[in-house]
């Protein structure tokens, strides 16, 4: 096993090549044909390996040259470090008890019981979203943007919301939202100020509309759509290695100062979609930003489909589909971030990517779904496994429109 | 362009290689490494290739060595032949216009709008099927087996259908149902004759449950699940070659003698799910059976999913949920069938499989959504199409459970 700090496309990174082998094939060392400059460090990967593993993986990372060129990222905000990831009991086969992606996907449809506590927000006799009567009260004060109407046309015996009629357009809807959301600040949506501080690329404007596709009455900034309950559409890839049959994810550790979800793990590459913009637009624009991918590659990453989740938490109404991308990478290829939102990344065998998801809550909620996505597409989830078309349909429990 | 005879494993077999160019890529033919023993025939395809066609693309086709050894199959009872398949419009991409997607996939799912027809048909407080008014008449003289329950347990105000409560295993209960499909016969049970004919082929026992993985009740013969609204499965299997980044499908063609829709276009495997199996066995046995797929082979195709429907037509009430598989085969691979089912196969353009399902009804209803499901996952149905999201959900518009 050895370390070694390469020369790719875009600067110096320091990276990893290991293997781990068992029985036989100990003898057979599997190394990506990677660029290697120097060798430079020498790590150990204390994997715990079933008693049918015929393992012959490997963890291959880079991380930005810029942050956290440690392997161990640990600044406080993250509860966990590479290590615990690849301490992790790995199976040679995606397990056949589906108890833990069950479990991961509960965690993106949470407070289903809670659902009569928000009212529909339309707009043009379409629902577009649906709001707490709590943060409704937040509303009230704001007579010249919206009102209530009693009564049950939407399906809600408390009535609907909607804006006033002298807001005909997209744009003075679009102004006046933004000045409630203003108003209201950090203290009633959190996160607000440092969207608007990082607006490039945290704090885009999110379309509304009833379904993906269909016009779009205004626009929202990306923190206050959970509280009107709007849909929110986003890319997310699955960027992937291929070697003797077996596949391999490119997987990303947030960087510690990202305000959202410090230090998780997530896609290499991954966005909302802002009002404006095609998905693949979107998704060529993140790999180059997320990840260093060229356009030459990028452009053959493929759209697989979708998933979609419900998640209710306190005047939290998140309705988001995610658009599902797969690219295959050539094994020579490694990420290297650009906008400073990524602290590293690793390759990482698919049965330990799996395991980390039954097993652990070290993935950032919603890629839990994309990369169970993934296992099913690409055969690793079977037929024959209890559960399998309960958890396929799973993940689609929201509103995939 | 030329048409030869080739030596595979298992038989000689004729079969057709050609290519289509148009500008500049005419000077670059595009052949498959396919063993060629003789060249024997010359073919022209009249391709219409549309203005922004940069076509290269390959049909390769096996037929039988049993039957139907001439390209062009119309004993009467096939209202196409392959010419005619091969005249329909290619393009370079899957259109954009989903038009004709959404409406194969109505094809499959008829009649809801007559759902009230049918009462539930409930076994130890499950339901695990739907009966039509009509047909209940008839199964009203079997009164040691039925009992009719005037309540609105499970969602009927005219009540639900069971067994009586002395067919308390499943032995009882299928040979109970034996005898009444037996007495009901061909004239109320159209196909239970062919069924029976061709036991081994057509006419295994179906599992009767409320879900898949779940109690079996008991097993019903296959030609009269729809009239029982059971659920069936079944696992399809899109076989296919990848060339130059492109993918080719292989198609069969059904004999012109099958029961059910002779001569039609189907996928390269297919078959239901009979009791006391298990998808990847039945898979296999089906690769062996259809295409003549060794073992050596068919253990590559990997489980990708699952689409369902759910189809009301006249007493019967189709609830299927098809298991999807992809295999992706040599390109020297020549299905071969074994069980006289199929007339011929032939290895089409991807593209030209998805302009065949948008413009014609050449397919077996239920391929459609296989292979609707195989354009989305290899990336052939792209989210800027409008429509995106809702042909996917569409893909599962029946229970999927």
Same mark, same amino acid.
């Given at each position: 096993?050895?370390?070694?700090?390469?020369?790719?496309?875009?600067?110096?990174?320091?990276?990893?090549?290991?293997?781990?082998?068992?029985?036989?094939?100990?003898?057979?060392?599997?190394?990506?044909?990677?660029?290697?400059?120097?060798?430079?460090?020498?790590?150990?990967?204390?994997?715990?390996?079933?008693?049918?593993?015929?393992?012959?993986?490997?963890?291959?990372?880079?991380?930005?040259?810029?942050?956290?060129?440690?392997?161990?990222?640990?600044?406080?905000?993250?509860?966990?470090?590479?290590?615990?990831?690849?301490?992790?009991?790995?199976?040679?086969?995606?397990?056949?008890?589906?108890?833990?992606?069950?479990?991961?996907?509960?965690?993106c449809?949470?407070?289903?019981?809670?659902?009569?506590?928000?009212?529909?927000?339309?707009?043009?006799?379409?629902?577009?979203?649906?709001?707490?009567?709590?943060?409704?009260?937040?509303?009230?004060?704001?007579?010249?943007?919206?009102?209530?109407?009693?009564?049950?046309?939407?399906?809600?015996?408390?009535?609907?919301?909607?804006?006033?009629?002298?807001?005909?357009?997209?744009?003075?809807?679009?102004?006046?939202?933004?000045?409630?959301?203003?108003?209201?600040?950090?203290?009633?949506?959190?996160?607000?100020?440092?969207?608007?501080?990082?607006?490039?690329?945290?704090?885009?404007?999110?379309?509304?509309?009833?379904?993906?596709? +269909?016009?779009?009455?205004?626009?929202?900034?990306?923190?206050?759509?959970?509280?009107?309950?709007?849909?929110a559409y986003g890319v997310h890839m699955?960027?992937?290695?291929?070697?003797?049959? +077996?596949?391999?994810?490119?997987?990303?550790?947030?960087?510690?100062?990202?305000?959202?979800?410090?230090?998780?793990?997530?896609h290499?590459?991954a966005g909302g979609l802002?009002?404006?913009?095609?998905c693949?637009?979107?998704?060529?624009?993140?790999?180059?930003?997320?990840?260093?991918?060229?356009?030459?590659?990028?452009?053959?990453?493929?759209?697989?489909g979708a998933v979609s989740y419900?998640?209710?938490?306190?005047?939290?109404?998140?309705?988001d589909v995610l658009f599902c991308y797969?690219?295959?990478?050539?094994?020579?290829?490694?990420?290297?971030?650009?906008?400073?939102?990524?602290?590293?990344?690793?390759?990482?065998?698919?049965?330990?990517?799996?395991?980390?998801?039954?097993?652990?809550?070290?993935?950032?909620?919603n890629c839990n779904l994309v990369?169970?996505d993934?296992?099913?597409?690409?055969?690793?989830?079977?037929?024959?496994?209890?559960?399998?078309?309960?958890?396929?349909?799973?993940l689609r429990?929201g509103?995939c429109?």
């Amino acid at each position: 096993m050895f370390t070694s700090a390469c020369t790719v496309a875009g600067g110096q990174h320091s990276h990893y090549l290991s293997s781990y082998c068992v029985g036989n094939l100990c003898s057979h060392r599997r190394n990506f044909p990677i660029m290697i400059s120097s060798i430079s460090k020498i790590r150990s990967h204390s994997f715990t390996v079933n008693r049918n593993s015929v393992a012959a993986a490997a963890a291959v990372s880079s991380s930005s040259s810029t942050r956290n060129t440690n392997n161990s990222i640990n600044d406080g905000s993250s509860s966990f470090t590479w290590d615990d990831v690849f301490q992790i009991s790995e199976s040679r086969h995606v397990s056949s008890d589906l108890g833990g992606f069950f479990q991961k996907i509960n965690l993106c449809n949470r407070g289903w019981d809670r659902r009569a506590d928000f009212i529909p927000f339309v707009i043009e006799d379409q629902i577009v979203g649906y709001i707490h009567n709590g943060f409704l009260n937040h509303l009230s004060k704001f007579k010249d943007v919206f009102t209530c109407i009693k009564d049950n046309t939407y399906g809600s015996q408390s009535g609907h919301v909607t804006l006033q009629s002298a807001l005909k357009t997209p744009e003075y809807r679009t102004e006046a939202l933004e000045n409630v959301v203003k108003c209201l600040g950090e203290e009633v949506i959190p996160g607000i100020r440092n969207e608007v501080l990082t607006y490039q690329n945290n704090g885009p404007l999110f379309p509304v509309t009833s379904s993906y596709g +269909q016009r779009t009455y205004f626009s929202l900034e990306r923190a206050a759509a959970p509280y009107f309950g709007i849909k929110a559409y986003g890319v997310h890839m699955n960027g992937y290695v291929e070697r003797d049959g +077996q596949k391999y994810l490119w997987i990303g550790k947030r960087s510690e100062t990202k305000p959202t979800y410090p230090g998780m793990l997530d896609h290499l590459v991954a966005g909302g979609l802002p009002h404006g913009i095609s998905c693949g637009e979107n998704l060529v624009k993140e790999c180059e930003e997320e990840a260093g991918i060229p356009n030459s590659i990028s452009s053959r990453a493929i759209p697989v489909g979708a998933v979609s989740y419900m998640d209710i938490d306190g005047y939290r109404f998140k309705r988001d589909v995610l658009f599902c991308y797969d690219l295959k990478l050539p094994e020579s290829f490694i990420p290297s971030n650009q906008d400073g939102e990524v602290g590293s990344f690793k390759l990482l065998p698919i049965t330990l990517v799996a395991d980390a998801i039954r097993s652990t809550q070290f993935f950032k909620a919603n890629c839990n779904l994309v990369i169970i996505d993934f296992l099913f597409r690409h055969g690793y989830i079977k037929p024959e496994y209890l559960g399998y078309l309960k958890l396929l349909q799973s993940l689609r429990s929201g509103d995939c429109s």
